[in-house]
């Protein structure tokens, strides 16, 4: 018998809510983009839909069917320390329960200390995505996850496209869930030189980055090491769109 590897996903909830009075499932209840684009996923592939979570600043964290009434309620700092232990154990729960093959987080910056030390204990960093960026750009990351994370069995894997390139002797094959997520890790500690380009760029999700800065990260190289060109050519050979500003 097939066995499914589960993707896992974790969001936090959305102040955008369906006012219907009557309790509905969370997953119906927060209407953000992220949350719509989770429903239509589901409806196109509801074989085996992700295992959802969702960080509530009232709730704690939920699964996707519990039956959430109409509220307003803003996370505040008495909430975080009241909340952390019961999340804490939840993620470790979850992790058990769930055993999950990749995982996507995208909370906002004020739930992220509720998450930091379980995400960083019970996730192993090549399975995990942490979405970054404006709200528009984590809806794009997650809705391009979706679809690589689709559920696969052991005995049939389903292939993701690996990209293959060499920059100065250093030659790396990557998927194009691997380079977002290194993208994500960098943009994190270095959000300026991330947007450092003048002429060419590269979009991931719905931002914009410097094709050096990509290429450097990637291959681990400094940038002053290789020009724009040689960058525009490896991050091709990866499967990665190079673009003008003026286009």
Not at 1 to 10: A, D, F, H, N, W
Not at 151 to 163: E, K, L, S, Y
Not at 194 to 222: C, D, H, M
């Amino acid at each position: 018998m097939s066995t499914i590897s589960p993707s896992l996903v974790i969001l936090s909830c959305s102040r955008r809510k369906k006012r219907t009075s009557r309790p509905i499932p969370a997953i119906d209840r927060y209407d953000g983009p992220l949350f719509q684009v989770l429903r239509k996923h589901i409806r196109e592939r509801p074989e085996v839909p992700p295992v959802t979570y969702i960080l509530s600043g009232r709730f704690g964290l939920i699964d996707a069917e519990f039956p959430t009434p109409r509220y307003s309620h803003r996370l505040t700092a008495a909430d975080i320390s009241i909340l952390q232990d019961s999340v804490d154990s939840q993620i470790k729960e979850a992790v058990e329960k769930v055993q999950p093959a990749s995982v996507f987080v995208s909370v906002g910056s004020q739930y992220w200390p509720l998450l930091d030390e379980p995400i960083s204990r019970e996730f192993a960093s090549e399975k995990l995505i942490i979405a970054s960026g404006s709200i528009g750009g984590r809806a794009s990351q997650f809705a391009h996850w979706l679809r690589l994370s689709e559920p696969r069995t052991n005995d049939v894997p389903i292939a993701q496209p690996c990209g293959k390139a060499t920059l100065l002797g250093t030659t790396v094959r990557l998927t194009p869930s691997e380079i977002l997520y290194k993208a994500n890790q960098a943009r994190s500690v270095d959000p300026e030189g991330a947007v450092r380009f003048q002429t060419w760029y590269v979009e991931l999700g719905n931002e914009r980055v410097a094709p050096k800065w990509l290429a450097s990260i990637l291959f681990n190289k400094p940038v002053y090491r290789f020009r724009t060109s040689d960058a525009r050519r490896v991050l091709t050979d990866l499967g990665l769109s190079i673009r003008h500003v003026a286009t």
